[in-house]
Nanobody, 125 residues
Framework: QVQVVESGGGSALAGGSLRRSCEVS??????IAWFRRGTRIEREAVAR????????SYGNRVKGRFTISQDKAKNIFLLQMTSLRPEDTAIYYC????????????????????WGRGTQVTVSS
């Protein structure tokens, strides 16, 4: 029932910015989370926002540089990425976690979440 579609620009220079958009169709419960698959970390938690209380968490490697938010259109979630580094190069995935109290940092089981297909971000020096 739930569908997740990501979009956004794919390349930037170091120090630049990119934005990801996560559009969710169907009922939204629990949390929206971003994960990424890079060359050194297979699946890294990037950011998470609760749709119940808007509580936000970030991974240590992106704190202070990335911002997750819910758009005025309540089914769209944004990930603003600034001060990009080459190590941010990865495939970024958006996940709609159906759990009301989702735990940050741990990918939800497949039967409890819907994942987007992923989009490539490449940051060059």
């Amino acid at each position: 029932q739930v569908q997740v579609v990501e979009s956004g620009g794919g390349s930037a220079l170091a120090g630049g910015s990119l934005r990801r958009s996560c559009e969710v169709s169907g009922p939204i419960r629990g949390c929206i989370a971003w994960f990424r698959r890079g060359t050194r970390i297979e699946r890294e938690a990037v950011a998470r926002i609760s749709t119940r209380n808007t509580y936000i968490s970030y991974g240590n490697r992106v704190k202070g540089r990335f911002t997750i938010s819910q758009d005025k259109a309540k089914n769209i979630f944004l990930l603003q990425m600034t001060s990009l580094r080459p190590e941010d190069t990865a495939i970024y995935y958006c996940a709609a976690d159906s759990r009301r109290s989702c735990q940050f940092g741990i990918p939800p089981p497949s039967h409890l979440a819907t994942w987007g297909r992923g989009t490539q971000v490449t940051v060059s020096s």
